[in-house]
């Protein structure tokens, strides 16, 4: 059925670093990824997307890429500030109105 | 806009009662949807509705939870009797398509649950 994985689960990342979490898929349908941030007792807020027609976007710091023949698809943070501490949560939709979520990865970014 | 609307943001209750979270997406919205949040199982999509009418429910984990939409601006999500392992955060979203693309989805603050 239909299922997204995502790792690492947690990442600690310097200051400065750069972050990469990484997402795979099982239907190749998916046409939809975006990515959630969730910081520490708030909402998800969507950071960024891609559409299986384009194979990468950056917005400032942030990157996602996208492989379709491998069924999977990454974020990026450059630089990253201690602001960028959250859980990040990928998710991916086939042809249809949901979306599923991987389980999420915590990222701290120590100073 | 105020974005999408949840209340009450916290609850207590005790085993057995019933509970009722509600939600009030944002205007023009045509998707609704109801997820569950814990540390165990992450996000979970519970159920969704398009324009009023329920599409998907099978992530509504029993019988003893029911959602509704009577109407485009408002939904409930209702479990009774309410048991310790439905503690969770709920959170309700909504989006629109146009021509046919996914758009983004609009979380609420969620509702914290707490069934002692």
């Known amino acids: 059925g239909e299922n997204v994985e995502q790792h690492p689960s947690t990442l600690s990342v310097q200051e400065g670093d750069s972050a990469v979490i990484k997402c795979t898929y099982s239907?190749?349908?998916?046409?939809?990824f975006p990515w959630y941030k969730q910081e520490l007792g708030k909402r998800p807020q969507l950071i960024i997307d891609?559409?299986?027609?384009?194979g990468e976007k950056k917005d400032q710091r942030i990157a996602v890429t996208l492989n379709k023949t491998a069924k999977h698809f990454s974020l990026h943070i450059t630089e990253t500030q201690p602001e960028d501490s959250a859980v990040y949560f990928c998710a991916a939709s086939w042809d249809t109105d949901k979306l599923i979520f991987g389980t999420g990865t915590r990222l701290q970014v120590f100073p | 806009d105020a974005g999408v609307i949840q209340s009450p943001r916290h609850e207590v209750t005790e085993m057995g009662q019933e509970v009722t979270l509600r939600c009030k997406p944002i205007?023009?919205?045509?998707?609704l949807f109801w997820y569950r949040q814990t540390m165990m199982r992450g996000l979970e999509l519970l159920i969704y509705?398009?324009?009023?009418?329920?599409?998907?429910d099978s992530g509504m984990p029993e019988d003893r939870f029911s959602a509704k939409m009577p109407n485009a601006s408002f939904s409930t999500l209702k479990i009774q009797p309410s048991e310790p392992r439905d503690s969770a955060v709920y959170f309700c979203?909504?989006?629109?398509?146009?021509?046919?693309?996914?758009?983004?989805?609009?979380f609420g603050p969620g509702t914290r649950l707490t069934v002692l």
């Open positions: 205007s023009g919205h045509d998707y």
């Open positions: 979203a909504s989006s629109f398509w146009t021509g046919g693309l996914y758009n983004e989805q609009f």
């Open positions: 509705f398009n324009n009023n009418v329920p599409i998907d």
């Open positions: 891609i559409r299986s027609n384009v």
């Open positions: 239907d190749s349908a998916s046409n939809y």
